[in-house]
């Protein structure tokens, strides 16, 4: 069964840094595009990130700078690294696998149940 | 802000059909990929491409688009169909992904 979950998250001061993973299941991840995206409470979806197959790396300019996406292929695991966490990073953080069908047909696939980051002194 | 828009909140009678839209001129070279999200559960993909559902998605949902407006119909609403929609592309530089601001469907 294709599966993620995510872990890593909780309550962080202002300017601190914290890491998310994704442990993966059922398909690896080093062969697919994943991305990351977030969910203020209340509020909508906020594509945070992505990760090609091949490497390249993506970011939202609202996180660029701050946060690095990486895997770990012994792993079979994704991972969100947040520096300089502000108030407004609070949110649930979902992970995603990407699904290319062609340049112009883009959608997340599967998606875990999401981590909760709460930026607050 | 997001490029891409969406009707705050739709309505529709029990067992009629509803359309949900979202516009962004992304959309005019771009498929909108859609996603239903129940309160406290992660967001599920309903529809891509042009109208294709994955596997174990109910043929009442279909999508369409038009110049820069991709739409998401429910025909038959169902009260299990009450939830957020969010539709979601690449963005018209191409390298970053996009979503809408959501939908919250009503079912009367």
């Known amino acids: 069964e294709v599966q993620l979950v995510e872990s890593g998250g909780g309550l962080i001061q202002p300017g601190g840094s914290l890491r998310l993973s994704c442990a993966a299941s059922?398909?690896?991840?080093?062969?697919?595009?994943m991305s990351w995206v977030r969910q203020p409470p209340g509020k909508g979806l906020e594509w945070v990130s992505l990760i090609y197959s091949a490497g390249a790396t993506y970011y939202a300019d609202s996180v660029k700078g701050r946060f690095t996406i990486s895997r770990d292929n012994s792993e079979n695991t994704l991972y969100l690294q947040m520096n300089s966490l502000r108030a407004e990073d609070t949110a649930v953080y979902f992970c995603a696998r990407d699904r290319i069908a062609a340049l112009n047909n883009w959608y997340f696939e599967v998606w875990g149940r999401g981590t909760l980051v709460t930026v607050s002194s | 802000s997001s490029e891409l828009t969406q009707d705050p909140a739709v309505s529709v009678a029990l067992g009629q059909t509803v359309r949900i839209t979202c516009q962004g001129d992304s959309l005019r070279n771009s498929y909108a990929s859609w996603y239903q999200q129940k309160p406290g559960q992660a967001p599920i993909l309903v529809i891509f491409?042009?109208?294709i559902r994955p596997s174990g998605i109910p043929d009442r949902f279909s999508g369409s688009s038009s110049g820069n407006t991709a739409s998401l119909t429910i025909t038959g609403a169902q009260a299990e169909d009450e939830a957020d929609y969010y539709c979601n592309s690449r963005d018209s530089s191409g390298t970053h992904l996009v979503f809408g601001g959501g939908t919250k469907l009503t079912v009367l």
């Open positions: 491409g042009y109208s």
């Open positions: 059922g398909f690896t991840v080093s062969n697919n595009y």
